[in-house]
């Protein structure tokens, strides 16, 4: 891992290596495959940002599942909008099913407060959130949140999928941006 990387106007410095990430999707992957036994739930991940988790993580679930993609963004640059787009994507039958939302990272949780209340609309057994980091000084709403990978401080990050104005998704490591 190098010191510093830039990405267009900004700097970053190593945060949670590629190790780390992938120890703790293992122990994610072991208590969503115990807790989920016999369910066949359907995994729903959130584009963009949540795809490099959601391969990882899918293969660390043991056991029968669904997976399906939607699109709900409320982010741009390095700062919450709190405006919420339009949900792309959500076709599937979710009646009686259990379903896994799938987030690279949560914020002010809006977007998962938001997401949670469309899919319960459609009936169906179960709704829970999986997310690799959450940022707690940074909720705005009530969520509940069963599965987080890492609890970090109110930093911007990027890498392992999340991006800064679309750079940095390739990066296998998470990166903070450095204080200036
Ligand atoms: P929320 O609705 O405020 O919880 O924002 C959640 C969305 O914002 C996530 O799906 C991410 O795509 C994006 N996001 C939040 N924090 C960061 C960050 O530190 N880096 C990159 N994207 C972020
Ligand atoms: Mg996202």
């Given at each position: 891992?190098?010191?510093?990387?830039?990405?267009?106007?900004?700097?970053?410095?190593?945060?949670?290596?590629?190790?780390?990430?992938a120890?703790r999707i293992a122990e994610l992957g072991q208590s969503l495959s115990k807790d989920l036994e016999g369910k066949n739930p359907l995994f729903i991940a959130?584009?963009?940002?949540a795809?490099?988790f959601t391969a990882d993580l899918l293969r660390a679930f043991e056991g029968n599942c669904d997976v399906?993609?939607?699109?709900?963004?409320?982010?741009?640059?390095?700062?919450?909008?709190?405006?919420?787009?339009?949900?792309?994507?959500?076709?599937?039958?979710?009646?009686?099913?259990h379903v896994v939302l799938v987030?690279?990272?949560?914020?002010?949780?809006?977007?998962?407060?938001?997401?949670?209340?469309?899919?319960?609309?459609?009936?169906?057994?179960?709704?829970t959130?999986v997310?690799l980091?959450?940022?707690?000084?940074?909720?705005?709403?009530?969520?509940?949140?069963?599965y987080?990978g890492?609890?970090?401080?109110?930093?911007?990050?990027?890498?392992?999928?999340?991006?800064?104005?679309?750079?940095?998704?390739?990066?296998?490591?998470?990166?903070?941006?450095?204080?200036?």
């Open positions: 891992m190098a010191d510093l990387i830039q990405l267009h106007d900004l700097q970053f410095q190593p945060f949670i290596s590629a190790e780390q990430i120890r959130v584009l963009n940002g795809y490099v399906s993609f939607v699109k709900l963004a409320s982010y741009q640059g390095v700062s919450s909008t709190g405006k919420i787009n339009t949900l792309i994507g959500l076709n599937n039958e979710l009646k009686g099913r987030e690279d990272i949560v914020d002010s949780g809006l977007t998962m407060k938001n997401l949670r209340i469309q899919v319960l609309e459609k009936a169906p057994a179960s709704v959130i997310s980091l959450v940022k707690p000084e940074e909720l705005q709403v009530p969520l509940d949140l069963p987080v890492f609890e970090i401080p109110p930093l911007f990050v990027v890498g392992y999928g999340m991006d800064y104005n679309e750079h940095g998704r390739n990066l296998p490591d998470i990166w903070q941006l450095k204080p200036s």
